[in-house]
């Protein structure tokens, strides 16, 4: 059992950056592939980003790619995503998933998940 907790989470104007921590605790966290999720309000949970275990890959929605990051620290059990330039379309509540399979981008590949942290970008 893998139980993750969000934060970084925020309000902030168009152009600038955020910076969410997703930390796991329960079972080591180096087995793990994780992803972030976004939902915006009215509309379906979506992939955003996704790293393996060992950071070895990464994947990217394409309307974030060259603007977020996603990293990880598994001596801290902790993944990242670093998210520059945002725009009021990022607005949306962020989850992090964590699944022992490949880094997949949709959510039934993920087995747990966060609680969330609502990001607002202001215009």
């Known amino acids: 059992q893998v139980h993750l907790v969000e934060s970084g989470g925020g309000l902030v104007q168009a152009g600038g950056s955020l910076r969410l921590s997703c930390a796991a605790s329960?079972?080591?966290?180096?087995?793990?592939?994780v992803g972030w999720f976004r939902q915006a309000p009215g509309k379906e949970r979506e992939f955003v980003a996704a790293?393996?275990?060992?950071?070895?890959?990464?994947y990217y929605q394409d309307s974030v790619k060259g603007r977020f990051t996603i990293s990880r620290y598994n001596a801290r059990n902790t993944v990242y995503l670093q998210m520059n330039s945002l725009k009021p379309e990022d607005t949306a509540v962020y989850y992090c998933?964590?699944?022992?399979?490949?880094?997949?981008?949709?959510?039934?590949?993920?087995?747990?998940w966060g609680q969330g942290t609502q990001v607002t970008v202001s215009s």
């Open positions: 998933a964590a699944t022992t399979g490949a880094p997949g981008q949709r959510p039934y590949e993920y087995n747990y």
């Open positions: 329960g079972r080591t966290f180096s087995g793990y592939a």
């Open positions: 790293i393996s275990w060992n950071s070895g890959t990464t």
